[in-house]
T-cell receptor, first 113, second 112 residues
Framework: EADIYQTPRYLVIGTGKKITLECSQT?????MYWYQQDPGMELHLIHY???????EKGDLSSESTVSRIRTEHFPLTLESARPSHTSQYLC????????????FGQGTRLTVV | RKEVEQDPGPFNVPEGATVAFNCTYS??????FFWYRQDCRKEPKLLMS???SGNEDGRFTAQLNRASQYISLLIRDSKLSDSATYLC?????????????FGGGTRLMVKP
């Protein structure tokens, strides 16, 4: 089993609220990723990090922000949630080397009402 | 053109059938290749790595064709439990930051 954890697993929140989705891994991986995925649709990379103090935006424009203060922790924040943010958010991590797989957390299913 | 492309399917096959998926990639310098499986409403999980010499794991065989820039996944003797979405993953190399690049996935439905 992969040692990467996301909390909460499910979240229902009102419009305008600030939320932070947590992602932690104990594998010492430098690279971490956040993906957004709607049901039955493909994964979209929204943020990634090469290591501490490194964050980049992904292919899909997102109103969320991330931080990477510690290697093991990569939280994602939405300052003001909207119904359009309703989706599943998946966090992943991988080693820096080329031929290395990514491990995924179980995801956070977010519903904004 | 997307960096990694897959036929979205769905592929509907009977139990016991053999089915194959292809995945094409655009960056000829790509170094590493994987197949992931994703069940409905679950996170993707590694199915197998794809080596230059190919890779076989039970009923599953993965092949790499660098000349034509595609990888393939062959599933023999399909089971109902093989129903899932299969994601092709490419690591394009250091020039692209060695970032994982996912295809859109191919959906497989195995029927009794």
């Amino acid at each position: 089993e992969a040692d990467i954890y996301q909390t909460p697993r499910y979240l229902v929140i009102g419009t305008g609220k600030k939320i932070t989705l947590e992602c932690s891994q104990t594998m010492g991986h430098d690279k971490m990723y956040w993906y957004q995925q709607d049901p039955g649709m493909e994964l979209h990379l929204i943020h990634y990090s090469y290591g501490v103090n490194s964050t980049e935006k992904g292919d899909l424009s997102s109103e969320s922000t991330v931080s990477r203060i510690r290697t093991e922790h990569f939280p994602l924040t939405l300052e003001s949630a909207r119904p359009s943010h309703t989706s599943q958010y998946l966090c992943a991590s991988s080693e820096t080397g080329g031929n290395t797989e990514a491990f995924f957390g179980q995801g956070t299913r977010l519903t904004v009402v | 053109r997307k960096e990694v492309e897959q036929d979205p399917g769905p592929f509907n096959v009977p139990e016991g059938a053999t089915v194959a998926f292809n995945c094409t990639y655009s960056n000829s310098a790509s170094q590493s290749f994987f197949w992931y499986r994703q069940d409905c409403r679950k996170e993707p999980k590694l199915l197998m790595s794809v080596y230059s010499s190919g890779n076989e794991d039970g009923r599953f065989t993965a092949q790499l064709n660098r000349a034509s820039q595609y990888i393939s996944l062959l599933i023999r003797d399909s089971k109902l439990s093989d129903s899932a979405t299969y994601l092709c993953v490419v690591i394009p190399g250091w020039s692209a930051g060695n970032m994982l690049t996912f295809g859109g996935g191919t959906r497989l439905m195995v029927k009794p």
